[in-house]
């Protein structure tokens, strides 16, 4: 059963980053966009999103209830350590969702309040996205310590450093690819110069991808974090960033076809080979302490009767939430079709 939630935990986690990732992501292209183009891509943005945004944080919510439930040793640590990062994470979630819900679903639509939501929205989701890279930084980097010596080495060194914050950065850019892809299939079919716009989008945010991607190494040498030796020495991690960077012509040839499912699948899977990559470093660790063992999936689980209760709640829970998600998606999508075909 114990591997049954390691299953889970990590689907969950994949599909976030992708799903929940390309949302952020939609917020960062608009953040970056200027003029007229924001405007046309803002309004592109929240017709792809609206319908299913909220549905995404569902994979957030089960990732934090596998690890409170099956691994609360890991749980405590992490919410102890990265009280701040956490918190500030947190905040900018809350402050995006109310400011995308008040701007698609305000009444009484004033220039002024839409601008202001906007800038919220699009600054929030950087926000966001930064904080759940020095998060992950921290608990990859070993600067979490189980006996702090002081408040600065317990709570702000751990993810206040050049290796977290360049994790940040990495995953602010990937974020970002994913989103402008998916954006290509969403815009309106009609409009080429919105689809030409987001296909520069997702090849600027790929070379960033790439560029911060080399900075995460580069920081690991500076913060003598053991990441970028052991990335190298590993034959898994290998394989999968091999394999990430032959996909990505075969993406780029996709986007400018305009072959929306294909580039879709071939994103979905870069980002699967990105987090093998980091998985095949890591695993099972998943918090890495300076000053004790580290905290692994098989020396912190939970006694055996709570994960067999858990493990066939989520066996239970998959064939309902599934197929739920299945007609979430197609009955707004028809929805999306309908009033476009209404509109023309």
């Known amino acids: 059963m114990l591997y049954i939630i390691i299953i889970f935990l990590l689907v969950s986690v994949y599909l976030y980053c992708l799903l929940g990732g390309a949302d952020f992501g939609a917020g960062i292209v608009e953040l970056f966009s200027k003029g007229e183009n924001k405007k046309r891509i803002s309004s592109s943005i929240t017709g792809a999103m609206a319908p299913i945004w909220e549905a995404n944080h569902m ?64 600054y929030s989701s950087f926000f966001v996205t930064f904080f759940f890279g020095t998060n992950i930084g921290a608990i990859a980097s070993g600067k979490i310590h189980a006996a702090p010596s002081g408040f600065p080495e317990g709570y702000i060194f751990p993810w206040f450093n050049i290796f977290s914050i360049s994790i940040g950065l990495f995953l602010c850019a990937l974020f970002s690819s994913l989103a402008a892809v998916f954006l290509i299939g969403d815009a309106d079919p009609n409009d080429k110069e919105l689809k030409a716009l987001f296909k520069l989008k997702s090849k600027q945010a790929n070379i960033a991808t790439v560029v911060t991607g080399g900075l995460v190494f580069i920081a690991s040498f500076i913060e003598q974090v053991n990441f970028a030796e052991s990335f190298f020495t590993n034959t898994a991690s290998m394989i999968f960033i091999v394999l990430a960077t032959v996909s990505l012509p075969l993406l780029w040839q996709a986007i400018n076809k305009e072959l929306k499912w ?83």
Do not use: M
Request: aromatic share 18%; charged share 15%.
């Open 262 to 344: 294909r580039s879709r699948i071939i994103a979905g899977a870069q980002l699967l080979f990105i987090l093998g990559a980091f998985y095949s470093v890591y695993f099972p660790t998943i918090v890495h302490l300076g000053d004790a063992d580290d905290l692994t999936l098989f020396n912190s689980h939970a006694p055996d009767a709570t994960l067999d209760y858990l493990g066939w709640a989520l066996i239970i829970g998959s064939f309902i939430i599934f197929p739920s998600l299945y007609y979430l998606y197609k009955i707004f999508k028809i929805d999306e079709r309908n009033e476009k075909a209404g509109a023309e």
């Open 59 to 122: 994979w957030l919510i089960i990732t934090i209830v596998i690890l409170f439930n099956a691994f609360p040793t890991i749980y405590s640590r992490i919410s102890i350590s990265l009280y701040i990062p956490l918190i500030l994470l947190l905040l900018g979630i809350v402050f995006r969702g109310c400011a995308f819900t008040f701007r698609h679903y305000d009444a009484v639509k004033e220039p002024k309040t839409q601008a202001v939501y906007s800038r919220i929205f699009a």
